[in-house]
Protein backbone atom coordinates (compact mmCIF):
# COMPACT_ATOMS: atom_id res chain seq x y z
CA UNK A 1 0.00 0.00 0.00
CA UNK A 2 1.40 3.35 -0.78
CA UNK A 3 1.15 6.15 1.57
CA UNK A 4 1.25 9.91 0.84
CA UNK A 5 2.03 12.38 3.44
CA UNK A 6 1.17 16.11 2.98
CA UNK A 7 4.03 18.10 4.67
CA UNK A 8 3.71 21.87 5.02
CA UNK A 9 6.50 24.35 5.60
CA UNK A 10 7.88 27.72 4.99
CA UNK A 11 8.67 27.86 1.11
CA UNK A 12 11.91 28.39 1.82
CA UNK A 13 12.66 25.79 3.68
CA UNK A 14 11.03 23.68 0.62
CA UNK A 15 12.98 24.56 -1.46
CA UNK A 16 15.73 23.63 0.71
CA UNK A 17 14.59 20.27 1.35
CA UNK A 18 13.87 20.10 -3.06
CA UNK A 19 17.41 20.96 -3.43
CA UNK A 20 18.32 17.88 -2.03
CA UNK A 21 17.09 15.06 -4.06
CA UNK A 22 15.83 13.07 -0.76
CA UNK A 23 13.96 10.12 -2.08
CA UNK A 24 10.09 10.05 -1.77
CA UNK A 25 10.00 13.72 -1.29
CA UNK A 26 8.44 15.82 -4.00
CA UNK A 27 7.15 19.19 -4.95
CA UNK A 28 3.58 19.81 -4.30
CA UNK A 29 2.44 21.94 -7.81
CA UNK A 30 -0.61 23.07 -5.79
CA UNK A 31 1.08 24.55 -2.91
CA UNK A 32 4.73 25.90 -3.15
CA UNK A 33 4.32 25.88 0.89
CA UNK A 34 3.60 22.12 0.76
CA UNK A 35 5.68 19.00 0.16
CA UNK A 36 4.65 15.58 -0.39
CA UNK A 37 6.39 12.51 0.63
CA UNK A 38 5.83 8.69 -0.58
CA UNK A 39 6.21 5.76 1.51
CA UNK A 40 5.70 2.48 0.15
CA UNK A 41 3.92 0.10 2.41
CA UNK A 42 4.88 1.64 5.96
CA UNK A 43 2.51 -0.86 7.67
CA UNK A 44 4.53 -3.76 6.70
CA UNK A 45 2.47 -6.87 7.21
CA UNK A 46 0.86 -5.64 9.71
CA UNK A 47 -3.17 -5.26 8.84
CA UNK A 48 -6.11 -2.74 10.97
CA UNK A 49 -5.40 -0.87 13.96
CA UNK A 50 -1.70 -1.98 14.56
CA UNK A 51 -1.08 -1.58 10.86
CA UNK A 52 -1.92 2.21 11.08
CA UNK A 53 -0.03 2.46 14.31
CA UNK A 54 3.51 1.22 12.22
CA UNK A 55 2.75 3.35 9.46
CA UNK A 56 2.41 6.60 11.27
CA UNK A 57 5.64 5.62 13.60
CA UNK A 58 7.73 5.02 10.49
CA UNK A 59 6.40 8.77 9.27
CA UNK A 60 6.65 10.34 12.35
CA UNK A 61 10.34 8.80 12.48
CA UNK A 62 11.20 9.83 9.09
CA UNK A 63 10.12 13.37 9.83
CA UNK A 64 11.86 13.45 12.90
CA UNK A 65 15.15 12.45 10.57
CA UNK A 66 14.00 15.36 8.52
CA UNK A 67 13.71 17.95 10.86
CA UNK A 68 16.94 16.94 12.73
CA UNK A 69 19.13 17.07 9.71
CA UNK A 70 17.73 19.70 8.57
CA UNK A 71 18.52 21.51 11.64
CA UNK A 72 22.32 20.36 11.17
CA UNK A 73 22.72 21.50 7.67
CA UNK A 74 20.90 24.67 7.85
CA UNK A 75 21.15 26.20 11.62
CA UNK A 76 17.84 27.81 12.80
CA UNK A 77 16.71 29.52 9.90
CA UNK A 78 15.02 25.99 9.37
CA UNK A 79 12.27 25.75 11.19
CA UNK A 80 10.91 22.28 9.83
CA UNK A 81 8.42 20.64 8.46
CA UNK A 82 4.60 19.23 9.83
CA UNK A 83 2.01 16.68 8.88
CA UNK A 84 -0.82 18.86 6.97
CA UNK A 85 -2.49 15.64 5.66
CA UNK A 86 -2.36 11.14 5.29
CA UNK A 87 -3.73 9.14 2.51
CA UNK A 88 -3.15 5.46 1.80
CA UNK A 89 -3.69 4.18 -1.54
CA UNK A 90 -4.81 0.49 -1.59
CA UNK A 91 -3.84 -1.74 -5.06
CA UNK A 92 -7.35 -0.22 -6.66
CA UNK A 93 -5.99 3.45 -6.13
CA UNK A 94 -8.76 3.70 -3.39
CA UNK A 95 -7.88 6.49 -1.04
CA UNK A 96 -8.27 6.30 3.20
CA UNK A 97 -7.54 9.57 4.67
CA UNK A 98 -5.84 9.40 7.84
CA UNK A 99 -5.89 11.45 11.40
CA UNK A 100 -3.31 11.16 13.71
CA UNK A 101 -4.84 12.04 16.69
CA UNK A 102 -1.74 12.05 19.23
CA UNK A 103 -0.88 16.17 19.09
CA UNK A 104 -4.12 17.40 18.75
CA UNK A 105 -5.12 15.57 21.76
CA UNK A 106 -2.41 17.29 23.60
CA UNK A 107 -3.55 20.06 23.12
CA UNK A 108 -6.91 19.35 24.68
CA UNK A 109 -8.38 19.30 27.93
CA UNK A 110 -9.13 15.85 29.15
CA UNK A 111 -12.88 16.67 29.75
CA UNK A 112 -12.91 17.87 26.32
CA UNK A 113 -11.17 15.29 24.62
CA UNK A 114 -13.33 12.03 26.92
CA UNK A 115 -16.44 14.15 25.23
CA UNK A 116 -15.32 14.15 21.84
CA UNK A 117 -14.46 10.14 22.49
CA UNK A 118 -18.06 9.32 23.75
CA UNK A 119 -19.46 11.35 20.46
CA UNK A 120 -17.90 9.05 18.51
CA UNK A 121 -19.15 6.22 19.53
CA UNK A 122 -16.78 4.59 21.32
CA UNK A 123 -16.36 4.29 26.00
CA UNK A 124 -15.49 7.35 27.83
CA UNK A 125 -11.58 7.32 29.10
CA UNK A 126 -10.52 7.88 32.40
CA UNK A 127 -9.17 11.18 33.12
CA UNK A 128 -6.05 11.67 33.90
CA UNK A 129 -4.85 11.08 37.78
CA UNK A 130 -4.39 14.01 39.56
CA UNK A 131 -6.82 16.38 36.51
CA UNK A 132 -8.97 17.32 39.55
CA UNK A 133 -6.03 18.64 41.73
CA UNK A 134 -4.68 20.26 38.85
CA UNK A 135 -8.16 22.20 38.13
CA UNK A 136 -8.40 23.27 41.18
CA UNK A 137 -4.62 25.49 40.97
CA UNK A 138 -5.06 28.94 42.07
CA UNK A 139 -3.52 30.94 39.22
CA UNK A 140 -3.67 34.32 40.71
CA UNK A 141 -2.03 33.10 44.17
CA UNK A 142 0.27 31.27 42.31
CA UNK A 143 1.64 34.52 40.33
CA UNK A 144 2.21 36.29 43.65
CA UNK A 145 3.81 33.84 44.88
CA UNK A 146 6.39 33.58 41.96
CA UNK A 147 6.78 37.49 42.44
CA UNK A 148 8.63 36.62 45.99
CA UNK A 149 9.99 33.13 45.73
CA UNK A 150 12.13 32.04 43.45
CA UNK A 151 11.85 28.32 43.92
CA UNK A 152 8.23 29.10 42.66
CA UNK A 153 9.38 30.67 39.69
CA UNK A 154 11.79 28.30 38.89
CA UNK A 155 9.67 25.58 39.07
CA UNK A 156 6.47 26.76 37.13
CA UNK A 157 8.92 28.02 34.56
CA UNK A 158 10.18 23.93 34.34
CA UNK A 159 6.93 23.05 33.82
CA UNK A 160 6.43 25.37 30.74
CA UNK A 161 9.83 24.02 29.39
CA UNK A 162 8.73 20.79 30.05
CA UNK A 163 5.38 20.99 27.77
CA UNK A 164 6.76 23.27 25.30
CA UNK A 165 6.88 20.25 22.98
CA UNK A 166 3.77 19.44 20.68
CA UNK A 167 3.44 15.52 22.09
CA UNK A 168 6.49 14.61 24.02
CA UNK A 169 8.02 16.45 27.23
CA UNK A 170 11.15 17.45 28.26
CA UNK A 171 11.70 14.63 30.98
CA UNK A 172 14.83 16.54 32.01
CA UNK A 173 12.85 19.77 33.03
CA UNK A 174 10.40 17.73 34.26
CA UNK A 175 12.79 16.20 36.70
CA UNK A 176 14.40 19.13 37.76
CA UNK A 177 11.16 20.71 38.59
CA UNK A 178 10.30 17.74 40.90
CA UNK A 179 14.34 17.97 42.68
CA UNK A 180 13.29 21.74 43.66
CA UNK A 181 10.09 20.15 45.20
CA UNK A 182 12.00 17.31 46.94
CA UNK A 183 14.45 19.87 48.04
CA UNK A 184 12.11 22.52 49.61
CA UNK A 185 9.76 19.59 51.47
CA UNK A 186 13.22 17.56 52.88
CA UNK A 187 14.16 21.16 54.06
CA UNK A 188 10.90 21.31 55.84
CA UNK A 189 11.74 17.75 57.49
CA UNK A 190 9.05 16.09 55.13
CA UNK A 191 8.36 14.19 51.75
CA UNK A 192 5.94 13.74 49.09
CA UNK A 193 5.31 10.46 49.93
CA UNK A 194 4.55 11.40 53.34
CA UNK A 195 1.75 14.10 52.57
CA UNK A 196 0.21 11.82 49.79
CA UNK A 197 1.44 13.56 47.11
CA UNK A 198 2.90 10.60 45.04
CA UNK A 199 3.78 7.28 46.22
CA UNK A 200 7.12 5.49 46.63
CA UNK A 201 6.29 3.47 42.70
CA UNK A 202 5.39 6.69 41.23
CA UNK A 203 8.45 8.38 42.02
CA UNK A 204 10.73 5.39 41.03
CA UNK A 205 9.41 4.68 38.11
CA UNK A 206 9.55 8.55 37.09
CA UNK A 207 12.97 8.91 37.90
CA UNK A 208 14.08 5.34 36.13
CA UNK A 209 12.52 6.58 33.15
CA UNK A 210 13.52 10.17 32.94
CA UNK A 211 17.29 8.57 33.26
CA UNK A 212 17.02 5.86 30.67
CA UNK A 213 18.51 6.16 27.24
CA UNK A 214 17.33 2.55 26.25
CA UNK A 215 13.40 3.64 27.32
CA UNK A 216 13.64 7.41 25.90
CA UNK A 217 16.50 7.82 23.45
CA UNK A 218 17.75 11.11 23.13
CA UNK A 219 14.89 12.40 25.20
CA UNK A 220 16.99 11.23 28.52
CA UNK A 221 18.36 13.38 31.08
CA UNK A 222 21.60 10.76 30.56
CA UNK A 223 23.35 9.44 28.40
CA UNK A 224 24.79 6.26 29.50
CA UNK A 225 22.62 3.04 29.69
CA UNK A 226 20.87 2.51 32.73
CA UNK A 227 20.19 -0.97 32.36
CA UNK A 228 15.74 0.32 32.47
CA UNK A 229 15.34 -1.40 28.85
CA UNK A 230 11.43 -0.56 28.83
CA UNK A 231 9.82 3.04 30.10
CA UNK A 232 7.96 2.80 33.71
CA UNK A 233 5.59 5.70 32.67
CA UNK A 234 4.22 6.95 29.60
CA UNK A 235 4.82 10.03 28.50
CA UNK A 236 1.41 11.16 29.36
CA UNK A 237 1.53 9.62 32.95
CA UNK A 238 4.79 11.48 33.76
CA UNK A 239 3.38 15.00 32.69
CA UNK A 240 0.53 14.58 35.13
CA UNK A 241 2.65 13.48 37.58
CA UNK A 242 4.88 16.40 37.56
CA UNK A 243 2.06 18.52 37.25
CA UNK A 244 -0.43 17.26 40.21
CA UNK A 245 3.22 17.30 42.00
CA UNK A 246 4.05 20.72 41.21
CA UNK A 247 0.40 22.34 42.08
CA UNK A 248 0.21 20.57 45.16
CA UNK A 249 3.17 22.47 46.23
CA UNK A 250 2.46 25.61 45.12
CA UNK A 251 -0.46 25.44 46.89
CA UNK A 252 1.05 24.29 50.26
CA UNK A 253 3.35 27.33 50.00
CA UNK A 254 2.66 31.09 52.20
CA UNK A 255 1.69 33.77 49.66
CA UNK A 256 3.19 36.90 50.97
CA UNK A 257 1.00 39.84 51.71
Not at 51 to 64: D, V
Amino acid sequence: MDWTITLSAQKSDVERLLSQQIEGLSANSDDPRQLLLTLRDPEGQATGEDGSGLARAKIEGFINRLNALGRLRWGRVFEGVSIAGVKSFDENGQATQHVFLGTAVEHMLPEDFADMVERLGHERPQLPKGVEIVDALDCAASIKLAETNPDAMRTIRLVYLMLQGDDEIDWAAGYAALEIVEHDLIRQGSSGQDLGWWTKNEIRNFKATANSPEALGISARHGKPSGLAEARMTTKEASWFVRRVVVQWLMSLPVEA
